[in-house]
């Protein structure tokens, strides 16, 4: 009676595992966690790395992201030019500097150094 049927795959076993945490607090918009590791949406698509901070060329490390709920609260898709179906985002991870580098390179110093941010498109 199961012959034929295919095992789940790696991708299956992802989004179950985001729809799960999600529906947790189905309406967040951010998910924090310095140093931790994104939540996303499926296997597919993930992206693979962000590179290093361009002031002190040390490691980024992951600091937040953007859940899919974001685009709906912001009305991404009714700001959209007249065709455009706007973005197409499952989730936005930022990673930020591990040494927290500010102005000249110098941990902690005063000023604030860009932000890498990877996205992984909508995989549903």
């Given at each position: 009676e199961w012959a034929g049927e295919e095992h789940e795959s790696q991708g299956?076993?992802?989004f179950r595992k985001f729809r799960k945490r999600v529906a947790r607090a189905p309406t967040q918009v951010l998910r924090y966690c310095?140093?931790?590791?994104?939540?996303?949406?499926?296997?597919?698509?993930?992206?693979?790395?962000?590179?290093?901070?361009?002031?002190?060329?040390?490691?980024?490390?992951y600091e937040m992201q953007a859940m899919p709920a974001l685009?709906?609260?912001?009305?991404?898709?009714?700001?959209?030019?007249?065709?455009?179906?706007?973005?197409d985002c499952a989730v936005a991870a930022v990673y930020s500097c591990a040494?927290?580098?500010?102005?000249?390179?110098?941990?902690?110093?005063?000023?604030?150094?860009?932000?890498a941010c990877l996205v992984q498109r909508d995989c549903v």
């Open positions: 299956d076993k992802a310095w140093d931790g590791a994104p939540l996303w949406q499926g296997a597919a698509g993930q992206p693979r790395a962000c590179g290093p901070c361009p002031r002190c060329q040390g490691p980024r490390v685009l709906h609260y912001l009305d991404v898709e009714g700001a959209a030019p007249q065709g455009d179906m706007g973005m040494a927290s580098c500010g102005a000249g390179g110098v941990p902690e110093a005063e000023g604030y150094e860009e932000e």
